[in-house]
């Protein structure tokens, strides 16, 4: 039912969004974070996440794995909060940011216009896997993100920023 309510929302919202401005998605950005940060054991993997975040599993997986970015946000995370619910509000936050980031994008470069703003939402969120995941898959969609934005800087013949973005 939830995920009925944001579709619902998340179209009808940018359906009457003026410009594409980051400002513009805050609504947007806190219902996402609350969804996908608010998830309570979903997936067979948050489990496990909250063992690495108390420290019950070893961490350094992810830095045999050469997942250094994961490896030392959850160093940084688990030494400044508690609970371990914090893992995946600020993941699914700076996953959403990314999103939106990459929907400024293409607008910029007018793969996407204003005016069908809400159907891209729509597909995003009625046909898309990457809204409805469990934690492996919040991990590698910043890889996709990520890897989206940077072809659009090679699209703007800008290589040292699309270079900078596969990088992180």
Do not use: H
Request: charged content about 15%; glycine content about 6%.
């Amino acid at each position: 039912m939830v995920y009925i309510l944001n579709l619902i929302f998340t179209v009808g919202y940018s359906f009457f969004v003026k410009k594409i401005k980051i400002l513009y998605f805050i609504p947007i950005l806190s219902v996402w974070i609350i969804i996908l940060g608010g998830q309570y054991e979903v997936g067979t993997d948050y489990n496990n996440y909250l063992k690495f975040f108390y420290g019950i599993r070893d961490i350094r997986l992810f830095f045999l794995q050469k997942e250094y970015i994961f490896y030392y946000f959850m160093k940084i995370i688990s030494n400044i909060f508690s609970n371990g619910q914090v893992l995946f509000v600020l993941i699914s936050g700076v996953e959403s940011f990314i999103f939106i980031i990459f929907i400024k994008k293409c607008e910029q470069l007018k793969f996407l216009k204003k005016e069908n703003l809400f159907i891209f939402m729509f597909l995003y969120l009625g046909y898309g896997t990457l809204f409805y995941n469990q934690m492996n898959t919040l991990r590698q969609s910043f890889n996709v993100y990520l890897f989206s934005i940077s072809v659009l800087y090679i699209l703007q013949k800008k290589i040292k920023f699309s270079f900078l973005v596969n990088i992180i």
